[in-house]
């Protein structure tokens, strides 16, 4: 009779691959330590390598955000322009990883909302919901009775006063919401992207979304939680126009 072998506990298996990954990791540090190590010496070399071991990596992380190759590749490109600059008071306090996708997300991160500034009104879609467990959007803040004129005129107001909040939030939350509700990224493709998880993810767009209604309800000093659309608009006109608190 024969027996076959025991099949392997699956929490001594997950703990025997934390562990190789946990050696693969700091075998990868160490690494990248040396290469910062003989750039610093004088070798470009070293960091021709570092730009092959990790061009990749940074370039699907700006696509990743900007969801457009040509920029994506010019964020890579500068990325390493930046690296290059830098590497010399670069003290090793995070992995050379984690310091090179830190450069990238913040590069990134400044072209995407530098476009939103440039374009909010072509680009800011009021079809974005309050909140996740809501069907209500931005748009349902807008008066839905008003003549289509006037609507238009109403929207744009709506967005320029929305663009005007954002920037007033913390740059993790308008970050965050840029990511979510301007860019339509999934909750996945965010914590791909910042490098975060999904729960962290779902909390900071929640936290960013409580503060973005409360700046928005303080530009507008008679808007109400319960008040109709109309409410928030209205009583903040002089000659036509949505009056914007002054911060």
């Given at each position: 009779m024969t027996y076959s072998p025991l099949p392997t506990p699956k929490t001594n298996r997950s703990a025997s691959e934390r562990a190789a990954r946990a050696a693969a990791s700091q075998q990868e540090a160490e690494y990248d330590a040396e290469l910062v190590r003989r750039f610093n010496a004088g070798d470009e070399e070293a960091f021709v390598e570092i730009m092959n071991r990790y061009r990749e990596k940074i370039f699907s992380v700006a696509l990743a955000l900007l969801r457009n190759r040509a920029d994506a590749e010019e964020i890579a490109q500068d990325t390493f322009i930046r690296a290059h600059r830098g590497l010399g008071r670069f003290r090793g306090d995070s992995s050379l990883a984690t310091w090179l996708h830190r450069i990238a997300v913040n590069l990134a991160r400044n072209r995407y909302w530098y476009f939103f500034r440039r374009r909010r009104h072509a680009t800011?879609?009021?079809?974005?919901?309050?909140?996740?467990?809501?069907?209500?959007?931005?748009?349902?803040?807008?008066?839905?009775?008003?003549?289509?004129?006037?609507?238009?005129?109403?929207?744009?107001?709506?967005?320029?006063?929305?663009t005007v909040c954002m920037e007033k939030l913390d740059a993790r939350h308008r970050e965050i919401l840029t990511l979510r509700n301007l860019l339509n990224r999934s909750y996945d493709e965010i914590a791909q992207a910042l490098g975060i998880n999904v729960g962290t993810v779902k909390s900071r767009i929640a936290r960013a979304r409580g503060n973005l209604r409360a700046l928005l309800a303080e530009a507008c000093p008679e808007f109400a939680p319960d008040a109709a659309p109309a409410d928030w608009f209205e009583p903040n006109r002089s000659n036509g126009r949505l009056e914007i608190a002054s911060a």
């Open positions: 800011l879609s009021l079809d974005c919901a309050l909140s996740d467990d809501s069907e209500a959007t931005f748009a349902d803040l807008v008066a839905t009775s008003a003549p289509n004129p006037a609507r238009e005129a109403a929207t744009d107001e709506f967005a320029q006063l929305v």
